[in-house]
Every structure is written in C-alpha cells, then in structure tokens.
C-alpha cells in the first residue's frame, strides 16, 4: 500500500512525469536507432537521415512540457516506422504502424509481440505491489494498465521489433 501511495503522489508532480517520460523516449530512440543501424548494416545505398533523430534528441531536452514529449515521441515512431517499411522484404511490406486490428503481417507480428511484451511487464509491476493503472507519461484510463505501457516503450524494439526484423530477413516468419 506505501508504495501504491508514493506511486500516486508522483503522478501528480509534473516535474517528475516530465523527467521519467524524457528518460522513458530516449531510452526508446537510443534502442530503436541502434536496431535501425543493425537492420539497415548491409544496405549501403540507402540514404537515411539520421541527423532527423539528433534534433528530435535535442528537442527532448529542452522541453518540459508532457504534452510536446509525447508528440515528439509520436514522430519518432512515425519515422521509424516508415524506414523499417521502406527497408523491408516485400511479402512484410508495411505502411506504417495500424493496430486494433492490425493491416498487414509485419504488424500482426509485433502486435503479438508488444501485447506479450505488455503482459509480461503488467505481472511485474503487480508483482512488486505498484498500481498498474497509474503512471506517468500514458494518461490515466480505468481500462487500461497504463504504467505497463510507459514501462514497455524502451524495450519495444530490442525486444520485438529486432526479432521480428530478424525473423522475416531470415525467414523464419512466412505468410
């Protein structure tokens, strides 16, 4: 109960929420860019700008306000998204990110894996006896386990996206 208590108080200190969030998307960004670099190693005429992710970083830094982090973080995604369906095999071909359901096979697959991803840091978080529905970054909604969500962001790509890049460059997935 004292910890569910100190975890509801830090959701109302909006200097602490920035903070985490900030550590929260660059933790993301540094992991998802490092799997970029490692999907995108053999593919030397490609032309990507990774100077995009400096300034998006340095924008990060300078702003305290939740509300532009999560845009910052929303074009991150974008971003990568649209260089990892670019670079794809053809029969995974992808736009971008779609859920609930998900368009196409290469986003079924890290559905599957961001929901077993989720799951598994849920049981944690429960486990240690904190709230799983307040957190700080993802709002507050009395049906979804928000703080699963703000736990899970920094380990989508080096826990499933890079296995399912690797899975369908090998082709170990298949239609």
């Known amino acids: 109960v004292d910890k569910q208590y100190d975890q509801i108080s830090l ?7 920035n903070k985490l969030s900030r ?18 190693r053999n593919k030397t005429e490609l032309k990507i700008n990774w100077g ?12 305290n306000s939740l509300k532009h982090l999560m845009g910052y973080e ?31 096979k290469f986003n079924s697959i890290i559905s599957f894996g961001y ?27 009395s049906r979804y386990m928000a703080l699963a969500a703000d736990l899970m962001e920094e380990w ?3 826990l499933i996206d890079a296995i399912a890049l690797e899975g369908v460059a090998r082709e170990i997935f298949t239609e």
């Open 156 to 158: 989508r790509a080096v």
């Open 74 to 104: 929303g074009f991150f995604a974008k971003q990568y998204f649209k260089i990892i369906g670019e670079n794809i095999t053809d029969e995974f071909k992808f736009i971008g990110r779609s859920k609930r359901p998900p368009r196409d």
């Open 115 to 141: 929901t077993l991803l989720f799951y598994e840091i849920q049981t944690l978080i429960i486990n240690k006896g904190l709230h799983p529905y307040f957190s700080y970054m993802h709002k507050f909604n």
């Open 52 to 63: 995009i992710f400096a300034r998006l970083e340095s924008a990060i830094l300078k702003t």
């Open 23 to 40: 550590q929260i998307i660059l933790a993301k960004m540094k992991n998802s860019v490092t799997i970029l670099r490692r999907f995108l």
């Open 11 to 17: 959701v109302k200190d909006c200097d602490f929420c």
